[in-house]
Each structure stands twice: as structure tokens, then as C-alpha cells.
């Protein structure tokens, strides 16, 4: 929900910012728009390393364990690929 809004936040800012005439406060739009995104993204982050950093406790027999593993080791190495 958090990310849907920040995307709406930052389309509207930015398309109002391709008018001739944009105002102040679309300006603030896109600000609070990517402010958004990005605390959703730490947040992701901090998720992923807590979830890579306990992955000795789990139930390894648990039906959601391996779903859980895919989408971690994916979000991570998305991560790593993101900041070369």
C-alpha cells in the first residue's frame, strides 16, 4: 500500500511537472513521492538481511521455508546486483 502510494505521489508530481507552469507543490509531490519509495526500499533491505541472518532457525520441513528461501536469495541478490 505504502509503495502504491509513493508511485501515485511521484506520477503525479512528475506528470504535473511537464506542464508549462508547474507550481511549488508539485515539486513536493515527487519529494515525498521518492521519500516514500525509498523507506520502503530500507525497509525491504532491513527485512531481507534480518531474514538472511536467521535463516538457521527455521523449519527447514516447513512448506513455506523454501518460498521464503527463493524470494530472499532473490531480493538479496537484486540487491547486490543493484549497487555495482
Known sequence: MAVGSGVGLLAAGSSALQDGHPKSSDLTLVKVGIAILTVCWIGLCFVAAVSWRMRSQASRAAATYR????????ASTFLVRLHR
Open 67 to 74: 518460498d521464503g528461501s527463493i524470494v530472499r536469495t532473490e
